[in-house]
C-alpha cells in the first residue's frame, strides 16, 4: 500500500505540473482529470474509502466532464493559446513562486503546532449526508446554483 500511495503521489504532483505547463486547454483539462483521479487513489489508501469515491465521480466525473464540454463549445482558437503561452514567461513566475512558499511555510508551521494524533476515524455515508443535507444544505444549493449560472453563462457566450 506505501509503493502505490507512493506513484500516486508521483502522479498527482506531474499532472498537475503538466496542468500549469500545458498551452493546451483541452489537453490541460485531461491532466486535470487525472491529477484528480491520482488524489481519489491516495484518499482510498489513507483509508477514507468514501471520499475517495466522492472525489472520482464528483470531481473527476462530473464537474471536469462539464468544464471540458464547455471549453469545447466556447473554443477561443489560436489568440487564447499565444496569451497562455505568453504566461508561461519565467517573469510570470515570481508573485505565484512567492505566494506558493509563504503557504509552504505556513503549512507547515500549523503542522508543527498539531500535537494530536493524526489517525483519524471512519466516517460513515450517512454522517456525512446528514450533514450535507442537514446543515449544510444552503451551502449545497448554492454550489449547484452557481455551476448551472456558469453553465448558462457559458452556453450564452458560445451561442454567438
Request: charged share 10%; with cysteine; hydrophobic share 65%.
Amino acid at each position: 500500500m506505501t509503493i502505490l500511495f507512493y506513484l500516486a503521489s508521483a502522479i498527482a504532483i506531474i499532472s498537475t505540473l503538466c496542468v500549469i505547463l500545458q498551452t493546451n486547454i483541452v489537453h490541460a483539462l485531461i491532466y486535470l482529470i487525472l491529477s484528480l483521479l491520482a488524489v481519489a487513489v491516495i484518499f482510498y489508501v489513507l483509508g477514507a474509502p468514501f471520499a475517495a469515491v466522492l472525489e472520482a465521480i464528483v470531481y473527476a466525473g462530473a464537474i471536469m466532464v462539464l468544464f471540458l464540454f464547455v471549453i469545447m463549445m466556447l473554443n477561443m482558437g489560436q489568440h487564447t493559446r499565444d496569451q497562455e503561452k505568453s504566461w508561461l514567461s519565467a517573469r510570470g513566475w515570481i508573485a505565484p513562486g512567492v505566494m506558493a512558499g509563504l503557504l509552504l511555510v505556513q503549512l507547515l508551521s500549523v503542522f508543527a503546532q498539531i500535537d494530536q494524533d493524526l489517525s483519524g476515524q471512519r466516517i460513515d455515508v450517512m454522517a456525512v449526508s446528514g450533514l450535507l443535507f442537514g446543515p449544510y444544505v444552503l451551502a449545497v444549493e448554492l454550489a449547484s446554483i452557481l455551476l448551472l449560472a456558469g453553465l448558462v453563462s457559458a452556453y450564452h457566450l458560445a451561442k454567438k
